[in-house]
């Protein structure tokens, strides 16, 4: 088993239980160092997608799965690393028990764009469902977004 970082739609457990069953939740932790934000925004269906950046000054919540070799394929489908849309990266997570090396997806493209609202509520509502702390979560409620008329 590899440890993976889950920061964007997989913080929520359940949701990630369904695209990966043979892969728990390990724990939780922090990127530091790292910035949550959006890009890509012509790939996206309805605006631009959730990566993250270096950023000495910032850090990003993560929920760290222990995911299987039987799913490892399934999870780079759904989050498009086979396409060369988003690519693997290996990150350091801070958690209560010490640090964690795993690896997470970056999306290869330029930062910039507004994520869609309907986006958004999803990506905080996965954050609240892995128990990131209130504050992290208001924050991804009030983040500039775009309205798509849904």
């Known amino acids: 088993m590899t440890s993976y970082a889950a920061y964007g739609t997989n913080l929520d457990p359940v949701r ?19 910035r949550l934000t959006f890009g890509g925004e012509e790939h996206g269906w309805d605006g631009a997608l959730a990566t993250i950046v270096q950023d000495p000054l910032e850090q990003v919540f993560v929920a760290v799965y222990d995911v299987s070799p039987y799913d490892e394929p399934s999870l780079d489908q759904w989050e498009s690393a086979d396409s060369g849309l988003y690519r693997r990266t290996k990150v350091r997570v801070s958690t209560m028990v010490g640090e964690i090396v795993a690896w997470t997806y970056v999306l290869d493209a330029y930062e910039g764009g507004l994520p869609s609202a309907s986006y958004l509520g999803v990506l905080a509502d996965a954050a609240e469902a892995a128990d990131a702390p209130d504050d992290y979560v208001a924050a991804l409620r009030v983040r500039a977004c775009r309205s798509t008329g849904l």
């Not at 239980?17 to 990127?31: A, I, K, M, N, V």
């Open 16 to 34: 990630m239980g369904e695209r990966c069953p043979h892969s728990p939740l390990q724990t939780t932790g922090w990127l530091t160092g790292w």
